[in-house]
């Protein structure tokens, strides 16, 4: 079955300790991307992936890092996370060309106290 | 920019007609949109390009005006299952840089 994971799925941990989202996906997809989802803000990229080794910011990527070292692959690395990184976080990958839809892990609820 | 979606909420009654509007102040390469039902990851509806023909989806469609940078999702005859949020997703650049906007959410009553 096509798909994209996550895990953890929740999350709860405290201001400064570093933690690693996961996710994977089995559809050979060029394209990775990582999203935060707040209340009346919508989706908000925080940094795609383009290919193996090549990433980019998005819209909000303060505080947060990845890395793409395998294709399936592409972790959201928080080094020290702090109480307004509490959110939904979606991992979503995409073939890329021109119909590039984007197919959504089932998301990963984080809170910082 | 994220672009601007209007209305943010619409209450249906079964069989009613929707129209959802998405705006951008960029040139636009292509206007995505997707569903999200509550608790659940978004799901992508259709995609219209740049120079692309209006897309259909069941009783959903949408259009893509280019020039005015706008795209509308028109939902027909609207049933239980088109409740949830709505997001419009915005290619300006063509390079997987997706900007959402910030979601119209939907409630279709029986």
């Known amino acids: 079955e096509a798909q994209v994971t996550q895990n953890p799925r929740y999350l709860i941990t405290v201001t400064g300790k570093k933690l690693t989202v996961t996710c994977s996906q089995n559809m050979n997809h060029e394209y990775m991307s990582w999203y935060r989802q707040d209340p009346g803000l919508g989706l908000r990229q925080i940094y795609y992936s383009m290919n193996v080794e090549v990433t980019d910011k998005g819209d909000v990527p303060e505080g947060y890092k990845v890395s793409r070292k395998e294709k399936r692959n592409f972790p959201l690395i928080l080094e020290s996370p702090s109480p307004n990184q509490t959110s939904l976080y979606f991992c979503a990958s995409s073939p890329g060309g021109d119909v590039n839809e984007q197919y959504f892990g089932p998301g990963t609820r984080l809170t910082v106290t | 920019q994220q672009p601007v979606q209007s209305p943010q909420a619409v209450i249906l009654r079964e069989g009613e007609d929707a129209v959802i509007n998405c705006s951008s102040s960029?040139?636009?390469?292509?206007v995505h949109w997707y569903r999200q039902k509550h608790g659940e990851a978004p799901v992508f509806l259709m995609i219209?390009?740049?120079?692309?023909e209006q897309k259909g989806h069941d009783k959903i469609s949408a259009s893509f005006n280019e020039k005015k940078q706008q795209s509308s999702l028109y939902l027909t005859a609207s049933q239980l299952s088109y409740s949830g949020t709505y997001f419009c997703?915005?290619?300006?650049?063509?390079?997987?840089?997706?900007?959402f906007g910030a979601g119209t959410r939907l409630a279709v009553h029986p």
């Open positions: 219209l390009l740049k120079g692309g």
């Open positions: 960029k040139a636009l390469y292509s």
């Open positions: 997703g915005t290619e300006a650049g063509g390079y997987n840089k997706l900007i």
